[in-house]
């Protein structure tokens, strides 16, 4: 139970950050960046490789960057070429697909052996210090590191949004008009904020590589969907107001997410491949509630209406009848 | 102050559906002129204030403010020195973000001594409040408040301090009472004109209320077709009724009235 627990908070702490990017384009923004999925493996390769190299530390900010600068990308087609933002993240997706390709030696997967990697520096350092505490405590090294990493990037990102360029892009998100009256450009706006929000995609990319020694062409697939059921599983929660909880939310409801994950595949009370239709379909009903909510208020009250009919044509009929 | 020199603007050039809505334009203002501009709807007035602050590039002729030529400037870089309001009370300011937070950004429009990177200090705070309490709405004690909380008459109020809180050099204002009860419009009037006089900002306000377009500012246009049709100032205009205006109309524009709004009032 202990390992269950153990490997959720593993996992949830390493994927976090992609809700934390969704949280940034998709909430404050309001725009839906498809770039993530590409991205994601973009992050893993390029860490994973500059590893293989010898250079693990290295590898996370170089990841970081090619995730902003794919990031870039897409802002720079929705906002300069006037590409609908879906349509721009899905056309860097696809271009990232080769580029992916080449970080990785044109192959479709990469491994590491013997190479270190961060989570193997902690874990050797915390041995060395041969106390039983820390002993112990290296067992724990990668949720040691990986909720370090979480939550220095998410006070970051707090504090970055209460700055005026942060203001503007949460703005951006709230009302276009008001921004280009207040005299920000909202393409700049726009372009800082999906490179924030990749690189954070690329973060995590990069340290799930790291963690799992391994990167893989497809492994990125779905990351998209995955990270908006973490936001929307978070926010039900914890709550969406006032808007700093986002994140907050975004790091819980990944960690609920990978839970809910270990214990079906410890359990099996489904097989593991259904996580993904499920998790689909979960996305899907969060994102439709209000819509299917105001079918249903719709069909109650069209009910009530003809019921309301029915009862007034009987009583005007008996009526009748009585003369 | 303000120069538009024979601007033209034509809608879908080439397509059956070409609609010329300004044409060989050209109007002069003085420092300190608040000018109202009636005319009916497809006038011209709103496209004449896209222009000024740059929704789009004109066709030809050339903008200037303050003997700067802002032809080709982006509409984000005008606003600098242009302050903007709608009608639609909700185009102006942020709803999901605080009273507070929507002042700070407005405050990015003075353009200097601001670091990306700085957040709103207690400072700034204190002075959000004092300029809040001049509206008298009670704002100044729900500045953590989203704006999407105030009703329609208190977010216009804020959206016409955002506006005027940086002094812009042109003040544009697009029947931005029109939405508002009677009431709450005569008071974000009074606000307007006491801000206008107070910081000296040469106005312009679209107005579909004659008494208005009368009693407020020092100039009136009456705009038709893409033209200013009537321009008065001086005695002229203070001896002017609405029924000489309405007279004016029809005379201008060569059709009676065809706006019931216009009227009342």
């Not at chain 1, 109650?300 to 003369?323: F, L, P, V």
């Not at chain 2, 050209?26 to 497809?42: K, P, Q, R, W």
Request: hydrophobic residues 45%; aromatic residues 8%; charged residues 20%.
């Amino acid at each position: 139970m202990l390992y269950i627990l153990k490997t959720a908070l593993e996992l949830g702490f390493l994927y976090a950050m992609v809700p934390i990017a969704l949280f940034i384009s998709y909430r404050v923004l309001d725009i839906a960046d498809l770039t993530t999925d590409g991205c994601f493996v973009l992050g893993a390769a390029v860490s994973v490789m500059m590893a293989k190299a010898g250079h693990p530390i290295l590898g996370i900010p170089l990841a970081m960057l090619a995730g902003a600068c794919a990031g870039f990308i897409t802002a720079f087609l929705h906002t300069k070429l006037k590409v609908p933002s879906i349509l721009s993240g899905i056309i860097t997706n696809t271009g990232l697909y080769t580029i992916n390709l080449m970080v990785m030696g044109w192959s479709s997967n990469q491994s590491l052996l013997k190479q270190g990697t961060v989570f193997s520096m902690l874990k050797n350092a915390l041995k060395d210090q041969k106390t039983d505490f820390m002993v112990k405590l290296s067992d724990w090294y990668a949720v040691i590191l990986s909720s370090v990493v979480v939550i220095i990037v998410s006070l970051l990102i707090l504090a970055f949004l209460g700055t005026r360029l942060g203001l503007s892009i949460r703005a951006t998100g709230d009302n276009l008009d008001m921004v280009r009256a207040s005299s920000i450009n909202p393409a700049f706006t726009i372009t800082v904020g999906l490179c924030i929000a990749n690189a954070m995609t690329a973060l995590s990319g990069a340290m799930v590589g790291q963690y799992q020694k391994t990167v893989d062409i497809n492994s990125g697939t779905g990351i998209v969907v995955i990270g908006l059921a973490c936001l929307i599983i978070g926010e039900t929660i914890i709550g969406r107001r006032p808007f700093f909880k986002g994140i907050i939310a975004a790091v819980v409801g990944s960690i609920v997410y990978r839970i809910i994950y270990a214990v079906v595949l410890y359990t099996k009370v489904l097989p593991v491949e259904f996580l993904k239709l499920i998790t689909a379909i979960v996305v899907a009903l969060a994102i439709a509630f209000p819509a299917i909510r105001k079918w249903f208020a719709f069909q109650g009250k069209k009910i009530r209406h003809s019921q309301g009919e029915k009862a007034a044509s009987s009583t005007n009929e008996s009526g009748k009848g009585d003369k | 102050m303000l120069d538009l020199i024979n601007v033209s603007m034509t809608f879908n050039p080439g397509t059956p559906n070409a609609k010329t809505a300004l044409s060989d334009f050209s109007v002069h203002l003085d420092d300190g002129d608040f000018v109202t501009i009636i005319g009916s709807n497809g006038a011209g007035k709103s496209t004449m204030f896209n222009a000024i602050a740059g929704t789009f590039f004109v066709d030809s002729g050339s903008i200037k403010l303050g003997g700067q030529d802002i032809t080709y400037l982006p509409e984000h870089k005008r606003s600098r020195i242009i302050g903007r309001m709608f009608q639609d009370p909700l185009k102006g300011t942020a709803p999901s973000m605080s009273i507070e937070e929507n002042l700070a950004l407005a405050y990015l429009r003075s353009g200097e001594g601001f670091s990306p990177f700085s957040h709103i200090t207690n400072r700034d705070k204190q002075e959000f409040r004092e300029k809040l309490s001049l509206l008298g709405m009670g704002l100044e004690d729900r500045m953590k408040q989203p704006v999407g909380l105030l009703s329609g008459g208190q977010r216009q109020a804020l959206t016409l301090l955002m506006a005027t809180m940086v002094t812009p050099k042109l003040l544009l204002l697009d029947e931005h009472t029109a939405a508002l009860d009677p009431g709450t419009a005569d008071k974000v009037i009074e606000l307007t004109k006491k801000i206008v006089e107070e910081n000296h900002i040469t106005c312009m306000m679209i107005t579909h209320n004659m008494k208005q377009a009368l009693e407020i500012g020092n100039r009136t246009f009456l705009m038709s077709n893409g033209k200013v049709v009537y321009d008065v100032k001086g005695e002229e205009r203070s001896k002017l009724t609405v029924n000489d205006l309405l007279e004016k109309f029809k005379v201008g524009t060569g059709q009676a009235l065809d706006n019931d709004r216009m009227l009342l009032s």
